[in-house]
Each structure stands twice: as C-alpha cells, then as structure tokens.
C-alpha cells in the first residue's frame, strides 16, 4: 500500500503543473473570451429585446395615429355630408319657393284673363244689347211703316 501511495503521490505532483495550466487557462480564458463574449450576448438580447419593445410602441403609435385619422375622416365626410344635406335643402327651398312664385303667377294670370274674358264678355254683352235694340228698333220702323212706303231694292222710298 505504501507503494500505491507513493505512485499517487507521484502522480500528484506530475500533475500539479498541469493543474496550475489548466486553472490558468481557464481565468485567462474567463478574463479574455468568456466575460466579453457574455457582455455582447448580453447587450445584443437587451437590444433585440429593446428592439421589439420600440417595435411594439410604434405598432400602437402607429395604430393610434390610423385611428385619430379615421376619426378625422370620419368627423371630415360627415361635415360633406351635411353641407351636401344643407345645399340640397336651400336647392330644394328654391325649387318650392321658385314653384309657389310660377303658381302665384299663373294664378294671377289667369284671374287676369278671367277678368278680361268677363270684360270682354261684358262689352260684347252690351254690343249686342245695343245690337238687339237697334235690331228691334229698325224691325219695328219696318213693321209700322205704311205698306205704300215699302223700301225698293236701292235702299230709297217711292
């Protein structure tokens, strides 16, 4: 047993330098390649993670702002509309007002014709009364004449 000891012990301190480059390397190692490296890891997650974080920001931003100018077009085309309402409105007013003067003036027309036609009427009325006297006067003259008194053809008396 002493022997296998002694062969361990040997062994132990075969392999101290080993050891002690093996440890050296792996702080050199650390220090050098494994720290850095873990740096740049780490800051390239906290900028893909920042990355999405703006890129998540700006999708709500943006779908902020699209919603601000739906509304906007919105509030826009219901102002288009009421002034197309309005303009067909006044349009609409001004055909009935228009439409109220031509019935207001057709009306006026024919009472003015009525008016005319009773005039003419009248006068015609009071031609054919004179008409009818004069008529009525001659026929009389005619029937009370003497028969020797007849008119010739020629229009004079014998």
Same mark, same amino acid.
């Given at each position: 047993?002493?022997?296998? &000891?002694?062969?361990?012990?040997? &062994?132990?301190?075969?392999?101290?330098?080993?050891?002690?480059?093996?440890?050296?390397?792996?702080?050199?190692?650390?220090?050098?390649?494994?720290?850095?490296?873990?740096?740049?890891?780490?800051? %390239?997650?906290?900028?893909?993670?920042?990355?999405?974080?703006?890129?998540?920001?700006?999708?709500?931003?943006?779908?902020?702002?699209? +919603?601000?100018?739906?509304? %906007?077009?919105?509030?826009?085309? &219901?102002?288009?509309?009421?002034?197309?309402?309005?303009? /067909?409105?006044?349009?609409?007013?001004? /055909?009935?007002?228009?439409?109220?003067?031509?019935?207001?003036?057709?009306? +006026?027309?024919? %009472?003015?014709? %009525?008016?005319?036609?009773?005039?003419?009427?009248?006068?015609?009325?009071?031609?054919?009364?004179?008409?009818?006297?004069?008529?009525?006067?001659?026929?009389?003259?005619?029937?009370? /004449?003497?028969?020797?008194?007849?008119?010739?053809?020629?229009?004079?008396?014998?």
């Amino acid at each position: 047993m002493d022997l296998i &000891l002694k062969q361990v012990g040997e &062994l132990l301190l075969g392999a101290v330098p080993t050891i002690v480059i093996l440890l050296s390397l792996y702080a050199i190692y650390s220090v050098l390649l494994h720290q850095p490296l873990k740096r740049v890891l780490e800051e %390239r997650r906290q900028r893909t993670e920042g990355a999405l974080v703006k890129a998540r920001a700006d999708i709500a931003a943006a779908e902020a702002r699209t +919603q601000e100018y739906e509304q %906007r077009l919105r509030e826009a085309r &219901l102002v288009v509309f009421k002034a197309q309402e309005a303009r /067909r409105q006044q349009a609409q007013q001004a /055909r009935a007002d228009a439409v109220l003067q031509a019935r207001t003036r057709a009306q +006026q027309q024919v %009472r003015e014709a %009525r008016a005319a036609m009773e005039q003419d009427m009248a006068a015609a009325r009071a031609g054919l009364q004179a008409e009818t006297e004069r008529l009525a006067a001659e026929i009389i003259r005619t029937i009370l /004449r003497p028969a020797g008194m007849a008119p010739v053809a020629g229009g004079q008396a014998r």
